[in-house]
Nanobody, 128 residues
Framework: QVQVVESGGGSAQAGESLSLSCSFS???????????LAWFRQAPGKEREFVAA????????YYADSVKGRFTMSRDNAKNTTFLQMNSLEVEDTAVYYC??????????????????WGQGTQVSVSS
């Protein structure tokens, strides 16, 4: 079993920055390094949506159009941690942000149902 723990988030004004981190531990400790890691978010009354993903080596990242150019995802396999730097925040970024991990292909990485391991979520609130 893989444990996923998010941290960071909180409240910010529009235009400001916040950062999230997500650490992994558990039985699949070594397998984690081969997993695709992703961030999703869910606003009240809306479906969970893809935000960003990063391949196992950290060499390739993928972003939703709504965050491209503002958010940056990275990973540190030595520390079993992934990060999401969120700049130029907008009110529309308000949501609970979830970290996810699994052996997911590029074709599937934007769809939450393909991820087995999830964090508990962390709230990001942006005000105008």
């Amino acid at each position: 079993q893989v444990q996923v723990v998010e941290s960071g988030g909180g409240s910010a004004q529009a235009g400001e920055s916040l950062s999230l981190s997500c650490s992994f531990s558990g039985r699949a400790y070594m397998e984690y390094r081969l997993y695709t890691l992703a961030w999703f978010r869910q606003a009240p009354g809306k479906e969970r949506e893809f935000v960003a993903a990063i391949n196992w080596s950290g060499g390739t990242t993928y972003y939703a159009d709504s965050v491209k150019g503002r958010f940056t995802m990275s990973r540190d396999n030595a520390k079993n941690t992934t990060f999401l730097q969120m700049n130029s925040l907008e009110v529309e970024d308000t949501a609970v942000y979830y970290c996810a991990a699994d052996d997911v292909s590029q074709a599937m990485m934007r769809t939450p149902i393909w991820y087995k391991y999830w964090g508990q979520g962390t709230q990001v609130s942006v005000s105008s």
